[in-house]
């Protein structure tokens, strides 16, 4: 596998920074909150050309967090409607896989900005705790594989 590396926009990353240094403590585990926000809200961007920062590389997210590999073979298989060779063990599905995370990231950091936009810090930590505690309807699984 080559060095695959995730990578933000760079119009997020005042909110991408903030979410890190007052809620979650890496930029790691910012972004995954964002891709599941994003991905809870259907809410897919991509990136826009204007990166932010240096890519983070993968192996950095496996480092940091356990659930990585299942999140990210989660939204690929929801996106891919259970296609299973969106598995695949390969750079090409690793690479979908990672722009799809990338994607859904983006779209969190954009309602986390327009969250932030219009209220405070405490406010919005009270909405991730809000976000990652609500009971949410089970996922719809019934796709054909």
Known sequence: MKDIRVKRSGDKEEVLESLKDNIFGQLTNALI??????????????LSSKGAGDPIKEDVFRRTNLHW?????MMALCESNGDMSSLEDSDEKEEY???IFEEYANGGLKILHDKLSRSSITELKKFVLEEMTEDTEPLDTNFKI
């Open 33 to 46: 909150f964002a891709a599941s926000v994003g991905f809870k809200n259907g809410e897919r961007i991509p």
């Open 69 to 73: 590999r299942g999140i990210l073979y």
């Open 97 to 99: 896989r990672i722009r």
